[in-house]
């Protein structure tokens, strides 16, 4: 049984077409969408734009608003969340991309029908093999150039499409509707297509091993979704377990210089360079990373006595001059890691103070955390 509706030019009938083809679309676009690799934005099948142009093919113009207003709507609502720089933006991409729906089926039943094609749509019965090739030619990948361009094009001008994903982004919106026309359309025009003794005996021979097929895809894109997913999940842990145990080795020669220069300090016997030799080189052998290990004295004799009490009395420890006695290897050691007393600023201003003074300065209480 399938869908006749008048051809005449009453209100219900201009009506009732467009608000059948809105709600089509906006299920197929939705569903499309939903189940594409990057949800909400191109489906490698888009159905949605076969059933457009199949309504356009059959009833004309009538079904275009509603075609329009499907798209908007789709694209408003999955466009995901919205910049607060600009809230503008994703509702005209929204808007151009449900202009640009409209016309390019508009522009498929133009180029298949001819002139005057969308005043009420014409008879196309799709017998001979020219007119295959003409369906897939003028029906399908001509016009499914004009929704990816005109749509991507906002999206760039509007800074939601980075320029270098657009190549990219625009073969997958085009490949998607040009499918989703080769497929869908033969599927609805056996439902309304004329006239109804060529189409309504496809059903079977057509309609439903089209449908398989794209249901057997729409399987075949929730599976390729996961395997993605998967991928992405299992680098992300490969990479944060390389990270961990990066950080755990440089760890453990931390924990290593540390107990080299705790040897050092307990040793029986002089703490010259040849002892701090002697216990930093099972480290320095090992460790490919930066080589340093030295020993320093905290010397507080540039600390005023009243910041020393002060330090003393609250529980805080100053800031005071720590002097580098020895440092392994020495050789090609010029510059040596530490603070840099310019990066606090109570130090710096300690600085800025002695220099211009020539005198002893020293920082106010600094608490160690």
């Not at 009938?13 to 709600?23: G, H, N």
């Not at 749509?121 to 929704?147: K, M």
């Not at 080769?182 to 309609?207: C, K, N």
Request: aromatic content about 6%.
């Amino acid at each position: 049984m399938g869908i006749d509706l008048p051809p005449s030019r009453g209100f219900i009938a201009t009506l009732l077409p467009a608000t059948m083809a809105a709600l089509l679309y906006a299920a197929a676009a939705w569903i499309a969408l939903a189940l594409a690799v990057m949800p909400g934005f191109a489906a490698s099948t888009f159905p949605a734009a076969g059933i457009a142009l199949a309504a356009s093919l059959v009833y004309g113009w009538r079904v275009l608003p509603g075609v329009a207003l499907a798209a908007f709507l789709v694209s408003a609502l999955l466009s995901g969340p919205r910049p607060a720089s600009n809230l503008l933006i994703p509702w005209l991409v929204a808007a151009v991309n449900g202009l640009a729906a409209a016309a390019q089926a508009a522009l498929g039943a133009r180029l298949l029908l001819g002139p005057g094609a969308l005043r009420e749509g014409r008879d196309w019965p799709l017998r001979e093999p020219r007119d295959i090739v003409a369906f897939c030619l003028l029906g399908a990948l001509l016009p499914c150039t004009l929704s990816a361009t005109l749509t991507l094009a906002t999206m760039m001008l509007g800074g939601v499409m980075p320029t270098a994903t657009a190549p990219t982004a625009w073969w997958t919106w085009w490949l998607g509707d040009a499918l989703g026309v080769i497929a869908a359309t033969p599927i609805a025009l056996s439902l309304i297509g004329r006239p109804r003794a060529d189409w309504a005996p496809r059903r079977l021979s057509v309609g439903l091993p089209l449908l398989a097929a794209l249901i057997l895809l729409a399987e075949a894109t929730i599976q390729v979704a996961q395997w993605d997913r998967q991928r992405r999940q299992d680098l992300f842990s490969r990479d944060a377990q390389a990270a961990t145990l990066a950080v755990l080795d440089q760890l453990r020669e931390s924990r290593a210089a540390l107990a080299a220069m705790q040897a050092y300090l307990a040793a029986p016997g002089p703490q010259d360079e040849a002892a701090l030799q002697r216990a930093a080189a099972p480290w320095l052998s090992r460790w490919v990373g930066p080589q340093a290990v030295g020993t320093a004295e905290a010397d507080a004799s540039m600390a005023p006595t009243g910041a020393v009490q002060a330090a003393a009395g609250d529980g805080r420890a100053i800031l005071v001059r720590q002097v580098v006695r020895q440092t392994v290897p020495e050789a090609g050691d010029a510059v040596r890691p530490g603070l840099d007393l310019h990066a606090v600023a109570a130090a710096r201003e300690a600085l800025a103070q002695a220099l211009q003074s020539t005198d002893a300065h020293a920082t106010p209480p600094l608490r160690l955390l």
